[in-house]
């Protein structure tokens, strides 16, 4: 069933790998936010960002866990989180710099961890300082 799934999601988006392997959380993550945000999706492996609109390029990551990694700074990073089947949260939507300073050391495999809750923190100090109310968007997947 998750083969004819991938199969779908693969002539629905050329180009994008969803294979079971690894890349399909990656790659659903990175379409739910295209089409939720009005973004333009780079083709896969393009370096650093994963996504651009009108007001730059974007990095997108998705998870079901409570924590992302990232390997450098971006512009600017979108984090979903799976709630459901049918539903993820957009977790965070801001400056890469931001969470990338206020990540945890950088891991053997070069990457450093962030929990969704400290980006829970850094977007609701961003929104404080802007005098906006915190959105956590939920959309469907």
Request: proline residues 8%.
């Amino acid at each position: 069933m998750i083969y004819r799934a991938t199969e779908e999601l693969t002539r629905r988006y050329p180009g994008r790998p969803f294979t079971p392997d690894g890349h399909l959380v990656g790659s659903i993550g990175e379409v739910v936010a295209a089409e939720a945000l009005g973004l333009t999706l780079y083709p896969p492996s393009y370096p650093g960002h994963d996504a651009f609109d009108a007001n730059g390029d974007v990095q997108i990551k998705m998870t079901a866990g409570k924590r992302i990694s990232m390997y450098a700074t971006c512009t600017r990073l979108v984090v979903l989180q799976v709630l459901s089947p049918e539903e993820a949260e957009i977790v965070y939507d801001g400056p890469g710099e931001d969470a990338w300073l206020q990540a945890g050391p950088m891991a053997k495999n070069g990457q450093r961890s962030i929990s969704l809750s400290r980006l829970r923190m850094i977007a609701q100090e961003a929104d404080q300082l802007r005098s906006m109310p915190v959105i956590n968007t939920v959309i469907p997947i």
